[in-house]
DNA sequence: CGAATCTTTATTATTATGATAAAGATGGTT
DNA sequence: AACCATCTTTATCATAATAATAAAGATTCG
């Protein structure tokens, strides 16, 4: 699995949102950016793509930030990851210039089935279960 | 799942190695390039990662080429697409300069198993599997 | 020897990714 | 009303990955 940056930063970022899940305030950019050391600009785009992809919410003006939109046992990593990547759009062959030739469209037909094992192992974890694992990892580092 | 023009191409190359298998003398690159409509050069490349991987064996010199290294049924899809892209490579972190963070260990860590998916989906395809499905996609079309 | 072929390496072009910047819109606070 | 912190939107740039091209060298058959 090859994982995009952005990608990474959308769920350190939703990570962060998790935490403040509970506060009726929502967390301004640059709070999460600092928190999670994420270019801010860059950031800027991530949310617009999470919250497009109805993830999370935004309060404009002073006091403003995000929230997310949903509990974090609603949300799966599946979802995070195709709001910014979008790895559950049909795959294109990357050849197939006009009609597909009959072996490149059983090969696609391959492609989706490997996409669609992808994207339920994706589905399995929520940010919920996310926000688990890193607990317990950092129980874990204390035991020793 | 996104897959390269490369890896497709490796691929369709292979498919027109498998139809040669039967036969004892190697299939020419040129050969193999225009009957599947591949970059010749760009071939060039593509069958010396299928040779460095063990899945093709070449023949230098005159009236020499490629042929597949063993039966169709003992190569898989993840063989052919790991010898082009390695998406059996451990994940890495696009972020984690240095030490990785609890966070991004745990994401390392989900990356791993969704990769895990991929490859058991990858390898449940054989070469000779694909042979038959396109023959079978090839027969449907008659049926009509 | 010479033609056909694989081998190896270098270079270029195109596209995707990662990041930065900034002007505009919004809304709370004074 | 003015101000400031914030989201919104769009544009731009830098770097890296992918796709493709090219060519000189090595090998073997006839």
């Known amino acids: 699995m090859r994982i995009s940056a952005k990608a990474e930063y959308a769920c350190v970022a939703m990570l962060e949102l998790a935490a403040n899940f509970a506060e009726p305030q929502p967390l301004p950019i640059k709070v999460i950016a600092e928190a999670q050391e994420i270019p801010q600009n860059f950031l800027v785009q991530i ?43 049909a795959p294109r062959s990357a050849l197939a210039k006009g009609r597909l030739s009959r072996a490149v469209g059983v090969l696609l037909g391959i492609w989706q089935e490997v996409q669609a094992e992808e994207q339920r192992a994706l589905q399995r974890i929520t940010l919920a279960e996310l926000v688990r694992r890193i607990q317990e990892d950092h129980a874990l580092s204390y035991q020793i």
Not at 49 to 57: E, M
């Open 47 to 89: 949310l617009l793509q999470l919250k497009t992809a109805g993830l999370v919410v935004s309060v404009r003006g002073a006091s403003g930030g995000y929230q997310l939109a949903r509990s974090p046992d609603a949300i799966t990593m599946a979802d995070i990851i195709n709001a910014i990547d979008d790895r559950a759009a």
